[in-house]
């Protein structure tokens, strides 16, 4: 199994719907969660970030997480067509400090 | 401030050629990690470098390989070019907060194309 998963999509919305991007991980000892916002032909730029279970909020976005079934998830409010791109999971490895990343969800929000 | 920057944007070569990449990080960060980012493969772990010295590599051959000079600012060499490293290969710095983990910012990347 790999240490991250994630559906590549692509994932098409209409505008203003709730978006909802997973990933799934293998290794309970992960702590530390991230997400990443991937526009086209531009680098990652970091979304939010998450520590331990729970859930966290920022604007929009809410980043969940749920340990128990190694569950990370990012829920886009009122989605817009600026949010269009491809978003990223990503789970520092605490022994070696190599971030692995999720191969990204295309994300397309439909006006 | 400036992000992070890296050049040239593309580069085209052809096969068994060589190609270097380079990277300056965000002022101040003083670790730089290069990735590789292929069609259908993802993010893939390539080096990492802080303060001058190579930390960790990823699961790639000896022909990809780097350095960091005193400046913080990286290259990222790939001999002996192959058709499948045509990638975007992305730089990101890092920054250790105060919290002790780590957020990497990442740059605009370079579109490498083997001919």
């Known amino acids: 199994q790999k240490e991250v998963e994630q559906d590549p999509g692509p994932l098409s919305v209409p505008e203003g719907a709730i978006v909802s991007l997973n990933c799934t991980y293998s290794n309970s000892a992960f702590q530390y969660f991230m997400w990443y916002r991937q526009y086209s032909r531009k680098g990652p730029e970091l979304l939010m970030y998450?520590?331990?279970?729970g859930n966290k909020e920022d604007g929009r976005f809410t980043a969940q997480v749920d340990k128990s079934s190694k569950y990370i998830s990012l829920f886009i409010r009122d989605s817009q067509p600026s949010d269009s791109a491809t978003y990223l999971c990503a789970i520092p490895m605490n022994r070696d400090d190599k971030i692995i990343f999720g191969k990204g969800t295309r994300l397309h929000i439909l006006p | 401030e400036a992000g992070v920057t890296q050049s040239p944007t593309h580069l085209i070569k052809t096969r068994g050629q060589q190609a270097t990449l380079r990277c300056s990080p965000i002022?101040?960060?003083?670790?730089v990690y290069w990735y590789q980012q292929a069609l259908g493969l993802g993010l893939q772990f390539l080096l990492w470098?802080?303060?001058?010295?190579?930390?960790n590599r990823g699961n790639f051959p000896p022909r990809f390989s780097g350095r960091q000079f005193p400046n913080y600012s990286s290259e990222l060499n790939v001999n002996a070019l192959e058709l499948e490293d045509s990638a975007l290969y992305l730089c990101?710095?890092?920054?250790?907060?105060?919290?002790?983990?780590?957020?990497?910012?990442f740059g605009p990347g370079t579109r490498l194309l083997v001919l």
């Open positions: 002022s101040g960060h003083t670790s």
């Open positions: 470098y802080d303060e001058g010295e190579e930390r």
């Open positions: 990101a710095s890092s920054l250790i907060r105060l919290d002790g983990q780590e957020t990497q910012y």
């Open positions: 998450t520590y331990s279970s």
